[in-house]
């Protein structure tokens, strides 16, 4: 997939987000933390995201080298996903992303619970 980013002079955040961009790479990657997953896992875990997404998020994930494909030549074909050694190195922004968005969710809470 051709992205619209200039990878000589574009800012460095952009660069980030032009690799973990997106409603479902980052949630994807977040599950892959805890290691290899099959396709079908995944998608359980992200019941809010079609099939076709999931897939697509995945094809991108893994041509930029944050996770890695495993196919075996069985029948029914299994497939498994894993974050690469590139892809673990997303650890530390996932783990602050979660803190961010748990005390923000801790905070609209609170807030609701002002105003009922």
Known sequence: MTRKYNWKTGCDVEATMSVIGGRWKPIL?????????????LRRLTPNATERMITLQLRELEADGVV????????????????TE?????????????????????????????HN
Request: neutral net charge; charged residues 30%; proline residues 5%.
């Open 68 to 83: 890695a494909r495993h196919v075996y030549a069985e029948v029914p074909p299994r497939v498994e996903y894993e974050l």
């Open 86 to 114: 590139f892809g673990q190195s997303l650890k530390p922004i996932l783990i602050v992303m979660q803190e961010w968005g748990h005390a923000f969710k801790a905070r609209r809470l609170a807030e609701e619970a002002e």
């Open 29 to 41: 990657i977040c599950h892959l933390l805890d290691g290899r997953k099959r396709f079908g896992e």
